[in-house]
């Protein structure tokens, strides 16, 4: 991450704003408004870590007319449980937008119905945004892994390195081997992370 400029920077945005660092700006002074897919997908490949997700709600933060504050939800990928997932949250860079989350939390809770999932990546978060918003902790799930090209550094999520999905990706595509043997033979590694911790809101 730290290679690619745009994570880079959005590191130095996190590690600026623990230590207190960041410009404020309180979301009481904000307004919401629904956003477009693609002003989505713009604010979040510049600010969050994992980049633009697909999402059916979009809801954006504004201040003085900028986009400062980013959530999005949808039907959940993993369980089924529940009826809604928290696919994005982020702020904009060097901006600490007090209150937004709550803010925008609030804004869903009074215009849409259901439960709701949602994770917490343990590398740079124990998740007390979502206690503090009356998220109960499910559980700690286990480490998750992606592939390093050790030849151009390039990562690339588990997801995105399916067997089935390899034989578009991989320059030698062999179907009797197994994922991480093919991934292996075409120059990548595994990596983990630290897991996440999951939060449910009924």
């Given at each position: 991450e730290w290679l690619d400029p745009i994570k880079q920077d959005i590191w130095k945005s996190i590690i600026s704003?623990?230590?207190?660092?960041?410009?404020?700006?309180?979301?009481?002074k904000c307004i919401i408004k629904e956003i477009s897919s693609q002003s989505s997908k713009e604010f979040?490949?510049?600010?969050?870590l994992q980049g633009n997700r697909t999402a059916s709600i979009r809801l954006g933060l504004f201040y003085?007319?900028?986009?400062?504050?980013?959530?999005?939800?949808?039907?959940?990928?993993?369980?089924?449980?529940?009826?809604?997932?928290?696919?994005?949250f982020a702020n904009k860079k060097y901006i600490n937008v007090i209150g937004a989350f709550s803010k925008l939390l609030k804004y869903f809770r009074q215009h849409y119905m259901g439960s709701i999932i949602t994770y917490a990546d343990k590398r740079y978060s124990n998740g007390d945004l979502y206690?503090?918003?009356g998220f109960i902790e499910l559980?700690?799930?286990?480490?998750?892994?992606?592939?390093?090209?050790?030849?151009?550094?390039?990562?690339?999520?588990?997801?995105?390195?399916?067997?089935?999905?390899?034989k578009d990706i991989l320059e030698n595509f062999d179907v009797n081997l197994t994922e991480a043997e093919n991934m292996f033979?075409?120059?990548?590694?595994?990596?983990?992370?630290c897991g996440n911790k999951v939060f449910i809101l009924n």
């Amino acid at each position: 991450e730290w290679l690619d400029p745009i994570k880079q920077d959005i590191w130095k945005s996190i590690i600026s704003n623990k230590t207190k660092n960041n410009k404020t700006i309180y979301g009481r002074k904000c307004i919401i408004k629904e956003i477009s897919s693609q002003s989505s997908k713009e604010f979040l490949d510049q600010n969050h870590l994992q980049g633009n997700r697909t999402a059916s709600i979009r809801l954006g933060l504004f201040y003085e007319d900028e986009l400062i504050s980013i959530l999005t939800l949808a039907k959940p990928r993993y369980n089924k449980n529940y009826d809604w997932e928290i696919i994005r949250f982020a702020n904009k860079k060097y901006i600490n937008v007090i209150g937004a989350f709550s803010k925008l939390l609030k804004y869903f809770r009074q215009h849409y119905m259901g439960s709701i999932i949602t994770y917490a990546d343990k590398r740079y978060s124990n998740g007390d945004l979502y206690r503090s918003n009356g998220f109960i902790e499910l559980k700690d799930s286990p480490p998750n892994y992606f592939y390093v090209d050790i030849k151009n550094m390039k990562l690339l999520s588990r997801i995105h390195c399916q067997k089935h999905k390899l034989k578009d990706i991989l320059e030698n595509f062999d179907v009797n081997l197994t994922e991480a043997e093919n991934m292996f033979k075409n120059g990548y590694r595994r990596i983990w992370d630290c897991g996440n911790k999951v939060f449910i809101l009924n």
